[in-house]
């Protein structure tokens, strides 16, 4: 069964300063992979997401990340931090086994910013 | 466009009191989902369908129950209400694409908050 682990329940940054989100997913075949985004009280909103093709993904709000087959990871990146990003992110993996089709969540990274 | 519709958005239930959270998508969806999200725990899966008549078991399925009439319609019910079930619930909704029959991207609803007392 496919699992995601987030490495860091807690990151913290300055404005300006380089966020760096980290997921690692196991899967015994090529997944899509994904990166959504929790604003307190909020339903979950999708930043980016990987199926197949180029492996550097860009999505909204400057965010991107890049699937590494050889690491097993999807780590999310933005250069530049902005207050605005403070929220809750979480990485999700979703694949196709005998059981059928699921979408996997990790258990999230709090992203704290501040000026 | 309405996307994920969930009902209600706060619910408090005695311990015992049985429920229905309802979730409806306009997008034509294959797969429905729901899930719990604890503090510290993320999101859980709890069941999940891959089209309508079709349901299957997530994480933590234990104490309650789903069906699947209609492709819009995916409620979640509670059968006898426990403490432990307080927590916020999301429905989900994906198309799956087709030949690998695998879940693209989730719409999310807005949750629904429940307490049980």
């Known amino acids: 069964a496919q699992s995601v682990t987030q490495l860091g329940s807690h990151v913290s940054v300055s404005e300006g300063a380089l966020v760096l989100l980290r997921c690692n997913y196991s899967?015994?075949?090529?997944?899509?992979l994904f990166w959504y985004v929790q604003y307190p009280n909020q339903g979950l909103q999708l930043l980016l997401k990987?199926?197949?093709?180029?492996?550097l993904v860009k999505g909204i709000n400057g965010f991107e990340a890049e699937f590494k087959k050889s690491e097993t990871s999807f780590h999310l990146t933005k250069p530049s931090a902005h207050m605005s990003d403070a929220a809750e992110y979480f990485c999700?993996?979703?694949?196709?086994?005998?059981?059928?089709?699921?979408?996997?969540f990790g258990k999230g990274t709090t992203l704290s910013v501040s000026s | 466009n309405a996307g994920v519709t969930q009902t209600p958005k706060f619910q408090v239930l005695k311990t015992g009191q049985s429920m229905t959270l309802q979730c409806a998508q306009d997008m034509n969806h294959e797969y429905m989902s729901w899930y719990r999200q604890d503090p510290g725990m993320g999101l859980r899966l709890i069941h999940y369908?891959?089209?309508?008549?079709?349901?299957d078991q997530g994480e933590v399925p234990n104490g309650y129950n789903v069906s699947r009439s209609t492709t819009e319609d995916f409620p979640l019910r509670l059968l006898s209400a426990a403490p432990s079930q307080t927590s916020v619930y999301f429905c989900?909704?994906?198309?799956?694409?087709?030949?690998?029959?695998?879940?693209?991207?989730?719409?999310f609803g807005q949750g629904t908050r429940l307490t049980v007392v």
């Open positions: 899967s015994s075949v090529p997944p899509y």
């Open positions: 990987y199926t197949t093709g180029a492996t």
């Open positions: 989900a909704s994906s198309r799956t694409v087709a030949l690998q029959g695998i879940a693209t991207e989730a719409f």
């Open positions: 999700a993996v979703s694949e196709t086994n005998q059981a059928g089709t699921a979408l996997i």
């Open positions: 369908s891959v089209g309508a008549g079709i349901t």
